[in-house]
């Protein structure tokens, strides 16, 4: 893999401005009693690595660059699953995708009966906005999944200006939707923010259309960019150029964060504001079945290494924290941070009680200390994985554990099986299951996850998947049909409803 020069820079710099303005922004935060605000913003679609701060690409994202310079940059921040719909079901309701019924699923719904943070907030004196994407795609059944306030208040209506010229852009004025809520709000209330980016999640434009716009906008060749990318051909990872529409489109949501910032900042808000930027899961990149199984794929190298797969590149997201009134700039952290952690942090901060089912966990240690490297030691683990994304065409479900060092990998629908030395394989390029050094290590990571899955409820691990089942069957059937009107009006009526309407029997109950 490239070494790009920039990763030693960025660390030695942290180091400094941590020592620097670890005293000034504790005791800032000592004088305020104030509640704080939140700002939330997550992207569809993009992978740790192609962010400049970790060293791994040069793309120029100045402005989320910021919030890690500003902050902090967790270089293991992880979702709990590699598709957007549960992953964000997780982030929202503070749970392991796994533990949400029909909100393990793409396609399905997000029960609701899990309650979500930014709702919580709203239950407790905070005034809540919503722009862009918040859960889905999916159905929103009346009388079972949560609706569009899943995230907070909807300021998702006001359009884009000349929208209709750029048709690969989402059609919504994020910034708009903001500065009509904090117009309309109540000055003496909390809030708290979540900001959906669609960006940069394709269909992207015309290669020379981006290439065009990326120069007159922005200044930058996009031809000319590139991140660390798996190349299968190569069995290694490697400098790659991305789609010029993909890049042109991480331009365009890292003006569009600054936007936010700025914002906030001209209106005196930011500093008591906890700002979060997170992927929702990993960008598109395919590589070799190491699996020792044959996949439900075509042919070898057409296995996801990323979205849609619980590799590394899949479910280790970019993932930043800045809150500038209570936690030192400058800091990288190697703790195990999961997008579920960001309900029980933000309650947390805000002073609300933590529901007993949330199973994130609170990161404030780490806000509250003025550490960098490993500052929780009992942050050393990841479980993350997969169900559904898309009749699994791509990858059978899966579940993923990982240490700093190894990660052990089950696919379920055939049994195969992987094991990684992180540490000299950071790729996952040499699949170590069969060699008996390893097999020590190999057997605690396998019974760790069954520990986590049995004590978490993982019906992989109970056993208890008749509603996992059902709920396969339901997404198989509507696959095809699934956002068409008929569809949508028999399941947003209720769930039972719906089933009987399609022919479904009744959802099993464990």
């Known amino acids: ?176 939707g903001i500065e009509q809520f904090l117009a309309e709000r109540s000055a003496d209330k909390p809030f708290c923010i979540w900001a959906g980016i669609f960006e940069p999640h394709g269909p992207w434009m015309k290669s020379k259309d981006a290439v065009s716009l990326a120069q007159s906008e922005f200044g930058v060749d996009v031809r000319s960019l590139t991140c660390d990318y798996y190349d299968h051909a190569k069995n290694a990872a490697n400098p790659q150029g991305q789609n010029p529409g993909y890049y042109y489109e991480m331009l365009h949501y890292d003006r569009t964060v600054k936007r936010m910032l700025d914002s906030l900042e001209e209106k005196g808000l930011l500093d008591n504001t906890m700002v979060i930027f997170v992927g929702d899961n990993g960008t598109f990149v395919r590589g070799e079945n190491l699996s020792g199984f044959e996949l439900n794929i075509v042919g070898d190298n057409q296995t996801p290494r990323s979205k849609a797969s619980g590799y590394d590149a899949g479910v280790h997201v970019p993932f930043f924290l800045m809150w500038k009134d209570r936690t030192p700039g400058g800091r990288v952290v190697d703790d195990f941070v999961s997008a579920i952690d960001i309900g029980p942090t933000v309650l947390d901060a805000a002073g609300v009680p933590i529901p007993e089912g949330m199973s994130g966990r609170s990161m404030m240690k780490i806000i509250n200390s003025t550490k960098s490297g490993q500052v929780d030691p009992s942050r050393d683990t990841m479980m993350t994985g997969m169900e559904f994304h898309y ?34 394989d950071p ?15 190999i057997q605690r990571l396998k019974a760790k996850m069954k520990k986590i899955g049995l004590e978490q409820g993982d019906p992989r691990f109970t056993g208890e998947m008749d509603l996992f089942d059902h709920t396969h069957q339901y997404c198989n059937q509507g696959k095809e049909s699934l956002f068409n009107k008929t569809w949508q009006n028999n399941f947003n009526r209720s769930y039972a409803e719906g089933l009987k309407a399609v022919g479904l029997p009744p959802v099993p109950r464990n």
């Open 1 to 176: 893999m490239k070494k790009r020069s920039g990763r030693n820079l960025i660390n030695a710099m942290a180091v400094c401005v941590a020592a620097v303005t670890a005293v000034s922004a504790n005791s800032a935060f000592a004088q305020s009693k104030k509640q704080p605000n939140f700002l939330i913003i997550s992207v569809d679609d993009v992978s740790w690595f192609e962010h400049s701060i970790y060293g791994t690409s040069d793309v120029p994202t100045p402005n989320v660059d910021r919030i890690a310079n500003e902050g902090i940059r967790f270089n293991h921040g992880y979702v709990s699953a590699p598709s957007c719909g549960p992953s964000r079901a997780a982030m929202l309701s503070g749970k392991h995708f796994w533990q949400l019924e029909q909100g393990a699923f793409m396609q399905s719904f997000f029960p609701k009966k899990f309650p979500t943070y930014p709702l919580i907030l709203q239950d407790n004196g905070y005034e809540t906005c919503s722009v862009g994407k918040n859960w889905g795609p999916g159905i929103a059944p009346s009388r079972d999944g949560h609706r569009s306030s899943v995230a907070g208040k909807s300021y998702n209506h006001i359009s884009r200006e000349n929208a209709e010229k750029t048709p690969y852009l989402y059609p919504r004025d994020y910034l708009a």
């Open 391 to 424: 009749e699994n065409t791509l990858m059978p479900a899966s579940r993923n554990i990982r240490n700093q060092r190894f990660e052990y990998v089950i696919h379920f629908e055939n049994g195969g099986e992987e094991f990684y030395d992180l540490k000299n």
């Open 427 to 441: 790729w996952e390029t040499n699949n170590l299951i069969n060699d008996p050094e390893y097999r020590a290590e």
